[in-house]
Structure formats: structure tokens, C-alpha cells
């Protein structure tokens, strides 16, 4: 599974540039030439980067701006393109991780994402949601436990399964085993939604400093069996 990017630019010659240096990290390059189309796709989809055209792009510089308040991609390692018009000091404070200055060479561009390729590992790492079959128990009350099973965990939390109900926004205590680890976690945890018919997202809300680097070095071992070989040791935790 490659790093997904995507470009938003009516700039032939910029892409030209791009594709190749991204093609040769195993990024893929997804590019749009309309500010509104380019606000869609970020609205809809989940990207590792975002490029945009800050100076020769009608409005690119306030969609760069917009960018840190979209649900999917608030987080996502933003670069800005720009051509005399948005200084680099501008483009920082407006949310960009990287800055390039056009005219763009190869070099430039290939030395750039480079050194970002670390930071977009780290992206996919952090919504990344591992498959699970993976039994746990749920204490909702003192007196009350429940039995569960997750079907997806990711950093910040996990989707269950159960019998019965339980109520959206409830505290609780989570307890599970890592699979194929045998590290036990012992979580406070919130019911994120629940659909009425025993689904529900829990959203972990107070993780420890052993249990956070435990649960984010199981899910990267995870993680490097899906991105591709040349990527492995960007995988690794810093």
C-alpha cells in the first residue's frame, strides 16, 4: 500500500517535477486543477500530503489556510508551492509543513520529500486501523463490566462489537491483550458513538507513556507489512 498525495495546481510543468520525485518514495500522486474540486476530495478522502499551489492558483493560498480545519486532513503534511507572491514565512504560519519555490527542480523536489517522507509515514501511522479480532472487557460502572470484541484498533481508539447496548459519550475502563504479543492495556476509554444494534467506536481519552509507545510500536510492526519495502525504515518509531 503506497503513501497517497495529492496536488492541487494547473501547473503542467510543476507536475512534471512532482510525479516523478513522489513515484520514487512510493507516494502516490493524485492531482487536482479546480480550487473546488481540490476542496471536495479533501473534505471526502484521507491524503498522507497535500500540495497546493499557493501563488498561480486562484485562491490556492487560502485553501492552504483552510486546510488545518478539514476533518480528514487537519493533519496531514501540507506543502506550498509558491512563485514571489507568498513568502515562505507566510506559508508557515499559514499551516505548511514545506515550502517550494518555483521554478522547481528534480533535486529540490526529490531532497524535500525526502526529508518529509518520515512525517508522512508518521501520518499513515496515526489514523492507520489494524484489523482485529481481539476480545476485551469494558468497565462502565464499578459494579458493571461488560464483554467485547474489537474489529479495528488504531492509536486513538478501536471499533466493538457487543451484546447489548451501550450509551454514546460513557466512560469507561478498557482492558485487552495486544494479538500475537502478550502486552495487556489497561485504558480510560470513551464510547465515541454507538449504533443501537451492539457497534460502537471507543476513543481513548488517557493513555501512559509505556502503553502509548507499546500500542504505537504493535500497530507500526502491523503497518510495515502494508507499506511498501522502501519504506520500511521510515516506518520505525523515532
Known amino acids: 500500500m503506497n503513501l497517497e498525495s495529492l496536488l492541487i495546481s494547473r501547473d503542467t510543468d510543476l507536475l512534471g517535477v512532482l510525479r516523478p520525485a513522489l513515484e520514487?518514495?512510493?507516494?502516490?500522486?493524485?492531482?487536482?486543477?479546480?480550487?473546488?474540486?481540490?476542496?471536495?476530495?479533501?473534505?471526502?478522502?484521507?491524503?498522507?500530503?497535500?500540495?497546493?499551489?499557493?501563488?498561480?492558483?486562484?485562491?490556492?493560498?487560502?485553501?492552504?489556510?483552510?486546510?488545518?480545519?478539514?476533518q480528514s486532513n487537519s493533519?496531514?503534511?501540507?506543502?506550498?508551492?509558491?512563485?514571489?507572491?507568498t513568502t515562505t514565512q507566510d506559508a508557515f504560519k499559514s499551516g505548511a509543513n514545506f515550502v517550494l519555490q518555483k521554478p522547481l527542480t528534480p533535486l529540490h523536489a526529490s531532497r524535500c520529500f525526502n526529508a518529509a517522507l518520515n512525517f508522512m509515514v508518521?501520518?499513515?501511522?496515526?489514523?492507520?486501523?489494524?484489523?482485529?479480532?481481539?476480545?476485551?472487557?469494558?468497565?462502565?460502572?464499578?459494579?458493571?463490566?461488560?464483554?467485547?470484541?474489537?474489529?479495528?484498533?488504531?492509536?486513538?481508539?478501536?471499533?466493538?462489537?457487543?451484546?447489548g447496548k451501550i450509551a454514546k459519550d460513557a466512560r469507561t475502563q478498557v482492558r485487552f491483550t495486544l494479538p500475537a504479543a502478550?502486552?495487556?492495556?489497561?485504558?480510560?476509554?470513551e464510547v465515541a458513538w454507538a449504533d443501537g444494534t451492539g457497534q460502537a467506536g471507543i476513543r481513548f481519552i488517557e493513555v501512559p507513556q509505556s502503553a502509548q509507545y507499546q500500542l504505537e510500536k504493535w500497530l507500526t510492526d502491523r503497518l510495515q507489512n502494508e507499506v511498501p519495502a522502501r519504506l520500511q525504515g521510515y516506518a520505525a518509531l523515532p
Open 24 to 70: 520514487k518514495i512510493s507516494v502516490n500522486l493524485e492531482t487536482c486543477s479546480e480550487l473546488q474540486r481540490g476542496n471536495d476530495l479533501l473534505a471526502q478522502r484521507k491524503f498522507d500530503a497535500v500540495i497546493v499551489d499557493c501563488d498561480d492558483l486562484l485562491y490556492g493560498f487560502q485553501l492552504l489556510k483552510t486546510l488545518r480545519n478539514t
Open 182 to 189: 502478550n502486552i495487556s492495556l489497561d485504558l480510560k476509554a
Open 122 to 163: 508518521r501520518e499513515r501511522r496515526r489514523y492507520f486501523r489494524h484489523p482485529v479480532d481481539m476480545p476485551l472487557r469494558l468497565m462502565v460502572a464499578p459494579d458493571q463490566e461488560l464483554a467485547a470484541t474489537a474489529t479495528n484498533l488504531s492509536e486513538g481508539g478501536m471499533a466493538i462489537r457487543l451484546l
Open 75 to 85: 493533519k496531514s503534511v501540507a506543502f506550498a508551492v509558491v512563485n514571489g507572491k
